[in-house]
């Protein structure tokens, strides 16, 4: 994996109008890569088309989010993402096991 990548740039800040949640996870939705919010810290589905554009040094891949739902509608499977610590507000989720679990039942690891 090429870990020289050039980060994604975004200019958009989270809105939680422009990024709804998934109705079957604890996770927003982002439809285009170049849409990641640059202030989020929780975790993001972005298009299967994402892993043309990742960079390690820049997000933290979760897993596959496979049957999401989105206002009851069935979507395509989605990468779980999270920003790495990039700067100030920006933390990493921290879960116990057994939430993982319960969390993570329709997740591809």
Do not use: W
């Not at 989020?40 to 739902?69: A, W």
């Not at 395509?76 to 921290?94: D, F, H, Y």
């Amino acid at each position: 994996m090429d870990v020289n990548k050039p980060f994604i740039n975004t200019n958009f800040t989270y809105d939680e109008r422009m990024y709804p949640r998934y109705d079957n996870y604890d996770a927003i939705d982002c439809s285009k890569t170049d849409m990641i919010p640059n202030n989020y810290s929780g975790i993001i589905g972005v298009p299967i088309r994402f892993i043309t554009k990742y960079n390690p040094k820049q997000f933290r891949l979760i897993g596959i989010l496979n049957h999401p739902k989105l206002n009851g509608k069935n979507m395509m499977s989605r990468i779980l993402i999270q920003a790495r610590n990039l700067s100030e507000g920006i933390k990493r989720i921290k879960i116990s096991e057994s939430s993982y679990k319960r969390i993570f039942k329709d997740v591809s690891i």
